[in-house]
């Protein structure tokens, strides 16, 4: 017997535009009914209420006291300085005009010294920073002014920020 030779297929053929179009058309669907969540990253802080910063023991109106030549003597705020160099790592610190390096032991002896003294009435720190200074860094400033107590024994709360040169 003789076998039968089977006709040959022919190659299938896939239509290729018509699959595109149908992709697009399911990327179109998605992208436009996507609905992403509001706030994806909220963080919920708890920050203190607003304090004034200088303590006003009388109940005149502020700039109504002619005779005040120093408005900035009832401040009781401490300015720390923390400068950056160009790869945005500590350089500089300065406790008030005091030059420190960039030392965080020097900036915690002197912090501590200063707002454990009974004679100096700081009892809040700003921290003037750099906006080139790196997170990280900043954070090992904050721990520095987050471990100090005041004359009275209390802890230091009273931390506020300013964006410095």
Same mark, same amino acid.
């Given at each position: 017997?003789?076998?039968? =030779? ?26 436009? !009914? ?28 502020? %700039? !109504? ?15 720390? !300085? ?13 406790? %008030?005009? !005091? ?46 002014? *987050?471990?100090? =107590? ?6 230091? *709360? ?5 964006? %410095?040169?």
């Amino acid at each position: 017997m003789r076998k039968r =030779k089977k006709p040959r297929q022919e190659a299938v053929e896939l239509n290729v535009t018509a699959m595109l179009d149908m992709a697009f058309q399911l990327l179109a669907f998605f992208i436009l !009914t996507f609905r992403p969540a509001p706030v994806e990253a909220q963080v919920l802080l708890h920050m203190p209420l607003p304090q004034p910063v200088a303590n006003v023991h009388s109940g005149e109106a502020a %700039g !109504t006291n002619q005779l005040n030549a120093n408005p900035l003597a009832m401040l009781n705020t401490l300015v720390i !300085t923390a400068v950056a160099n160009k790869s945005g790592a500590l350089e500089q610190l300065a406790l %008030g005009e !005091t030059a420190m390096g960039n030392s965080l032991a020097a900036l915690d002896g002197r912090l501590s010294r200063i707002l454990k003294d009974k004679g100096n009435a700081f009892d809040q720190v700003v921290i003037q920073v750099d906006s080139r200074l790196r997170y990280e860094e900043l954070m090992r400033v904050i721990d520095v002014c *987050t471990r100090q =107590k005041l004359s009275d024994g209390k802890p230091l *709360t009273r931390l506020s920020f300013a964006e %410095g040169a």
